[in-house]
Every structure is written in C-alpha cells, then in structure tokens.
C-alpha cells in the first residue's frame, strides 16, 4: 500500500494534536502548568518542522514531474525525427536524470536560497549534442580573466592528437562559471568558430549555471590568513566544481577534472583509460598531475557522493585539502598516527607518473594573482621531430620569431614558428638541383602550441622539366593531373587539421622545388614542428 508523504504528515499531526488534548486532560491531575507549556512548544516545534516537510514533499514532487514530463518530450521528439531510438533507450534516460534528482534535496540543505527560485539547479545548455554512454567525460571550468585567457590553447591541446575514435568515446564539457550572458554567450561562439566539427559531433558542449545557483558570498568568514576575496574565490571555485561534477555524472564511466590552462601529453586518453582499467584496489581518485585539482579522475558512480561532501564544507577550506579530508575520514583512524593515514589513503588516492598535464597559465583566474606552478613530474616533451632533408635553399616570406628559423627546422634542429600569416605569403623549399621525390610531410603545432596550424594552405610542386611532365600525364591519361598555379607549380596536397602529406606522383618527374602557400589571413602564429621531403628509399 502507498501513502504520500502529505497524508503521513497529516497522521503525525492528528497524532500529535490528540496527545496535546491529552496532555492538557492530565493537568488536573497533577501535570504542572511549565510542563504543559514544555509540550505545547514542543508540538508548535514537531509542526513547523512536518509543515515544512509537507511543502518540500510537495516542491520535490512537482520538480520531479516537469523533468520526467520534459525528457519524455525530448525522447518523444527523438523518437518521431529518427524512428531508431528503443525503449531501452528511453528508459536509460529516465533513470540516468532519476539518479541525479535524488540527490538534489541534499543540495538544497545545503545551499538553502535555492528553494527561492525554481530553475536554480538547471544549467544553461549553450552547446550540446545530447552525448552520454562514453568512457572518458572531462570537465572544464573556466571564468573571465584580467589579463589573457587560456581556454583555446588547452582544448587545441586536448584535440591536438586525439583519433576520431577516442573524440567518440567522450565528452569535453566546458563550464562558463560566470552569470553575463554576454560573456558566455562570445565563449560559446568563439568555441564553435575554433572547433565545428568537435561541436558538431557532440565531443565538445558549453554550460553555464543559473545567476541564481550562486549565494551571497559577500559575508563569507575569512580564515586562513586568506583575504576577503581570496575566500569568495575559493568558495565560488567549490560550487563551480559541485555544479560541473552533477552535469557531467550521468554521461560516462569515469570523470577527468580539468583547468582552463593546461597542455597535455600526446595520446592521454588511451593513458588514462589503461591505468583507470588496470587498477585492482577500490580507488576513488587517480592522480595524473601533482597539482591541485588538475588531472584529477574519479568514477562517475562516486561523483554524488564526493559532491555532497564538498558542498557540507565550501565556505570553509579550498576543494583539494577537502579531497583529502574525504579520504581522511574514509580510511583514517584517529587513534593512529600520520604515517599510518597517508598509508590508509595511499589505496584510494593513486598517483599516475609521469604527469599527463601540465600548468601553463601565469595569470590566475584569481585577479592580481601570479600563478607560475609547474609540475616537475610532466617532464620535456618533445617540440620537434628531426628529419634528413634533401640539399636545399630555404626562404619564406613570413616573419620570424626569434631563433626558430626555417633552415633550423628544415635540418631538424629546432621548429620553425613566425608571425600570424596572411594570405599570400609562403615557405619555400628550393633544391640545389632537381630530385626526384617520393613524398612529404609537413606537421604544424606542437604540444606546447597547439594552435598554431597552418590551415587553408597548399604544398605545391615544380616540375624540372615540364615536357617530361606533359609527355608522362598523356601516357597515363588524366590520373596524374594536377591543378596548375599560374607561375607553373602543381598543386599536390593540402592542410587538413594542420598536417599535409602525400605522395607524390612518378608522372611528375624530377622537382625544381616544393613550395608551401597560405591563401587566406590567420589569427594565429604558424609553427611547423616536422618538415619530410622523401627521397627513393628514405
């Protein structure tokens, strides 16, 4: 049989009415007038408390309703626009948003101003394409900053060597913590300029939290010797972390916290995934960074749990010494010593060397505040890949920064990196004397900077003699044509996502020279961290 909360408080208050009347029949019997006075402030007490219950009961009720009535529409809507989607299906969705509901009403003792306002738990979905199921979902917050912001460089840090496979197994999730729409609003376009295919996908999403989720943090205690602002930073930065960590929850089996300002190792994703998988202990946290919060992987399953404990504690002490409290009070005995505690959380807390990421950013987020951590344990990485190029005289057109020049990177000792191109300009490679070549690669970006591709650009080749040329593309018909430039080069291969390479066609005969060609205006540096002409039997 199923009673509602309402009628179960509506028995406990008939209950406790009748033994009011009873206590108040036993005064002429020799219940002191203070004792009467005790029980009718204790019944005033017992019903605001089940009143208050009843109006929660009732406010839970209809917020569960609106959300189960609203996924029904959207999976309703899937249904009719694709006739693929499964009961299954449905009711994964169901029970996915079921389980984080749950742990709302914990969140509203916490944080109780959000009982004023109904949409205060509900994010901002600037950009989404509705993925879960995936192994790997990375959360990264980030907010306005004084100086320079990092975000661009750490995503095209994440991308810069990801297969399509791996991009398909996860979710990048970018949190604006900040309430301007404005604001958000140029975050999201600029993320959709940069990446239209990771948006497009569904491997990248932006997300922003209500103006309401916030409290006043203007009256927050400043402890620690931290300032007044030093502390509503630290405060803002926990809920933040709350907020993204029930977002990303029903969309994966593990969750990899992030920063605004990092670079990462070339394939971390498969580096995670295998010492996530390898593990055999009941861990609750794998550390891929020595720092802070950075690098951080839980599983999803725990992320409510470690979420409410964060939220019992955000005004007091900054998420990582709360982290460590976490498993403190998990494994910890009071009665022995430090040694012994650190040897307890060492199970749970397992640290992954070397470090996967890195902190690059010297402005914090935190205004005024220099931040010039670096993780020793991250190590060099290698900026540039040597090659034994044939003889040749390089120029280029574009304008160098600092020592990184052309004839350094082409004998493979160094990159090559220069100015923001426009469009005309080129990097020319001319042979001391006609060759016969095989193939090239060139590769712009590195791990350090990512961003700084060449795109919109061609590798052009020109023929020695171009009556060979034209003698061998009629033997062989129109296989081997290529599109001609008007001063006689062939146009061989293109950039995609900043790499050209290919191979080149024998009809072409011996090449006088190879030529690289921007054809528009660039917003960033370009750096070529590989340059491979192939010769025969390199």
């Not at 950039?495 to 090449?511: D, H, L, Q, R, T």
Request: net charge neutral; aromatic share 10%.
């Amino acid at each position: 049989m199923r009673v509602s909360l309402g009628r179960v408080v509506t028995l406990l208050l008939l209950s406790a009415a009748c033994s009011l009347t009873w206590y108040a029949a036993r005064t002429a019997t020799g219940i002191r007038g203070d004792d009467l006075h005790k029980y009718q402030t204790e019944f005033l007490e017992l019903r605001q408390r089940l009143l208050y219950a009843e109006k929660e009961n009732k406010k839970r009720s209809k917020e569960l309703s609106s959300a189960l009535d609203e996924i029904k529409r959207v999976v309703e809507k899937r249904e009719n626009s694709t006739g693929n989607h499964t009961d299954d299906t449905r009711w994964n969705v169901l029970n996915l948003t079921s389980k984080l509901f749950m742990h709302l009403a914990n969140m509203y003792y916490y944080l109780p101003h959000l009982q004023e306002h109904e949409d205060s738990l509900r994010p901002n979905v600037v950009i989404s394409q509705g993925r879960t199921g995936v192994s790997l979902v990375m959360g990264i917050p980030t907010v306005k900053r004084e100086k320079q912001s990092y975000l661009i460089d750490t995503l095209n840090s994440l991308f810069f060597d990801a297969s399509e496979e791996q991009k398909n197994d996860c979710v990048v999730i970018i949190f604006v913590a900040e309430v301007n729409a404005e604001y958000v609003n140029s975050i999201a376009e600029d993320v959709r300029t940069r990446f239209p295919n990771e948006v497009q996908s569904g491997v990248l999403e932006v997300i922003s939290p209500p103006a309401s989720y916030y409290p006043d943090l203007s009256t927050l205690k400043e402890t620690f010797g931290d300032s007044k602002e030093r502390v509503r930073w630290r405060t803002k930065q926990n809920l933040d972390y709350s907020f993204l960590m029930l977002y990303a929850q029903p969309k994966g089996t593990f969750y990899l916290q992030l920063e605004d300002d990092i670079i990462a190792k070339p394939q971390y994703i498969q580096s995670v995934k295998s010492f996530a998988l390898k593990q055999s202990s009941e861990w609750m946290v794998l550390e891929f960074s020595q720092l802070g919060f950075i690098g951080k992987l839980f599983k999803s399953e725990d992320l409510p749990f470690i979420v409410e404990f964060f939220l019992m504690f955000y005004k007091d002490k900054p998420i990582d010494w709360l982290l460590d409290h976490l498993l403190w009070v998990k494994v910890c005995n009071p009665e022995k010593d430090a040694k012994h505690c650190d040897k307890q959380k060492a199970h749970l807390r397992i640290r992954s060397k070397p470090s996967l990421f890195q902190h690059v950013g010297f402005h914090s987020s935190l205004a005024g505040k220099i931040q010039n951590l670096k993780d020793k344990d991250f190590g060099k990485n290698a900026l540039h890949k040597a090659h034994v190029n044939p003889p040749a005289t390089v120029t280029t057109s574009l304008k160098v920064y600092q020592h990184y020049t052309l004839e350094r990177a082409y004998e493979g000792k160094d990159f090559f990196w220069a100015f923001a191109p426009v469009a005309g300009d080129y990097i020319l490679f001319s042979f001391l004397e006609p060759l016969t070549v095989e193939g090239y690669l060139f590769k712009s970006g590195n791990i350090e900077h990512p961003g700084d591709k060449l795109n919109n650009s061609t590798v052009e080749a020109l023929p020695a003699d171009e009556t060979e040329l034209l003698k061998k593309s009629a033997d062989n018909g129109s296989k081997y044509n290529y599109q001609r430039t008007k001063d006689g080069y062939l146009k061989i291969g293109i950039f995609e996502n900043g790499v050209a390479e290919g191979i080149i066609s024998p009809s072409v005969g011996k090449i006088q020279a190879i030529r690289l060609s921007i054809h528009s205006n660039s917003s960033v540096w370009v750096l070529l961290n590989e340059l491979f002409i192939r010769m025969p039997g390199k």
